[in-house]
T-cell receptor, first 112, second 114 residues
Framework: NAGVTQTPKFRVLKTGQSMTLLCAQD?????MYWYRQDPGMGLRLIHY???????AKGEVPDGYNVSRLKKQNFLLGLESAAPSQTSVYFC???????????FGPGTRLTVT | GENVEQHPSTLSVQEGDSAVIKCTYS??????FPWYKQELGKRPQLIID?????GEKKDQRIAVTLNKTAKHFSLHITETQPEDSAVYFC?????????????FGQGTTLQVKP
């Protein structure tokens, strides 16, 4: 039981490049979330999903897109990376009705 | 929109002392309040949570109190140890939300000095 996993762990992008971050969970959780963590700003919700095929915007969705084609996977895409997207990205998941969120190990992204 | 404010941003205590971190929330319908601990370079992990129908909850050296009237809740750590050093986040779930969405506070860096 791996819990929540994220790939890659680290990535450096140039401005304008694109990439996809993958989140996978093996706990059969219905809900999945993408956060970004920046110093002094806590965890801010980017997008979330309440089930396969559904996604919704969080607090800071601009510049990101997501897809949830399979229940166990939640993808976060950056179409044209900007330096302001330099951050640590965390994925989380939870059971419907149980509010405890389980976090992945994070992806450190640097955009130069 | 919904907002959670957390204070202080940094807290330094001597080993054995108590530590208190406070959060206020804006949505009066919020009904779930977790606290997460994040050690350096690690993922956030839930340490304790409380629901709006309870005023206080305790788990060994940690406790959380909730004042719904004032819309604030606090984390109390007694007999602090060096391994308590970490960043602590409070969060609140909106009562009108059935999506499990949490709004997080800005975090408190706790340093426990031996």
């Amino acid at each position: 039981n791996a819990g929540v996993t994220q790939t890659p762990k680290f990535r450096v992008l140039k401005t304008g490049q694109s990439m996809t971050l993958l989140c996978a969970q093996d706990m059969n959780h219905e809900y999945m979330y993408w956060y970004r963590q920046d110093p002094g700003m806590g965890l801010r919700l980017i997008h979330y999903s309440v089930g396969e095929g559904t996604t919704a915007k969080g607090e800071v969705p601009d510049g990101y897109n997501v897809s949830r084609l399979k229940k166990q996977n939640f993808l976060l895409g950056l179409e044209s990376a900007a330096p302001s997207q330099t951050s640590v990205y965390f994925c989380a998941s939870s059971f419907q009705g149980s509010y405890e969120q389980y976090f992945g190990p994070g992806t450190r992204l640097t955009v130069t | 929109g919904e907002n959670v404010e957390q204070h202080p941003s940094t807290l330094s205590v001597q080993e054995g002392d108590s530590a208190v971190i406070k959060c206020t929330y804006s949505d009066s319908a919020s009904n779930y309040f977790p606290w997460y601990k994040q050690e350096l370079g690690k993922r956030p992990q839930l340490i304790i949570d409380i629901r709006s129908n309870v005023g206080e909850k305790k788990d060994q050296r940690i406790a959380v109190t909730l004042n719904k009237t004032a819309k604030h809740f606090s984390l109390h750590i007694t007999e602090t140890q060096p391994e308590d050093s970490a960043v602590y986040f409070c969060a609140a779930k909106g009562g009108s939300s059935n999506t499990g969405k949490l709004i997080f506070g800005q975090g408190t860096t706790l340093q426990v000095k031996p």
